[in-house]
């Protein structure tokens, strides 16, 4: 009975593998960089046909992706990792977007103006300074600003949302857009 069963689990297994293979590297968990920043996409399996007593879940890896990129930095969003995934996924954003603007703007919240929580540098030029009252108002308040001021007006690639994020850095070149393209790609 035990081989019997054994035996029907190895095609089983073998057509997972091979699927997986073939469809995981489109998944949209770790998109490429040069995707559309507003695009999110959930990756799905294809049912495998004649499969008995074989079942897995697949579970999202992105807010561990996240979490770990937060520990290695560390980063006091860190705790917030599922919230910004949350957040994202919410505003139709890159899941990769608001973590890697943070790094950018302030070394993932560890250089920014003190009790502000606006890890972004959101509102923050001269003497002006936006002050939030904890990281989730921040992370809701800059993700939907983003959304609706930038992708949703097809600003969608760092080059196209620096200009109006940060002009200096546009009148320099572009560096903040190179850095956020090297951050999304370290959260791949």
């Known amino acids: 009975?035990?081989?019997?069963?054994?035996?029907?689990?190895?095609?089983?297994?073998?057509?997972?593998?091979?699927?997986?293979?073939?469809?995981?590297?489109?998944?949209?968990?770790?998109?490429?960089?040069?995707?559309?920043?507003?695009?999110?996409?959930?990756?799905?399996?294809?049912?495998?046909?004649?499969?008995?007593?074989?079942?897995?879940?697949?579970?999202?890896?992105r807010p561990l992706i996240v979490k770990n990129y937060l520990h290695r930095y560390s980063s006091p969003l860190e705790p917030f990792a599922q919230y910004l995934v949350d957040t994202a996924d919410k505003y139709h954003l890159d899941y990769r977007l608001l973590p890697a603007i943070a790094q950018q703007e302030s070394n993932l919240c560890k250089k920014m103006p003190e009790d502000s929580h606006n890890c972004w540098g959101f509102g923050i030029y001269g003497d002006k300074v936006t002050l939030f009252d904890s990281y989730t108002q921040a992370i809701n308040t800059v993700a939907n600003t983003l959304k609706k001021n930038y992708i949703d007006q097809g600003l969608d690639t760092p080059e196209e949302i620096m200009p109006k994020y940060t002009p200096p850095s546009a009148a320099l070149g572009g560096p903040w857009a190179k850095a956020i393209t090297l951050f999304l790609a370290d959260l791949e």
């Open 1 to 61: 009975m035990f081989f019997g069963t054994f035996l029907l689990g190895i095609p089983a297994v073998l057509a997972m593998s091979f699927l997986l293979l073939l469809y995981g590297h489109r998944s949209a968990i770790s998109p490429p960089v040069s995707q559309v920043l507003g695009s999110s996409t959930a990756f799905t399996a294809p049912a495998i046909a004649g499969t008995a007593e074989s079942s897995f879940t697949l579970s999202d890896a």
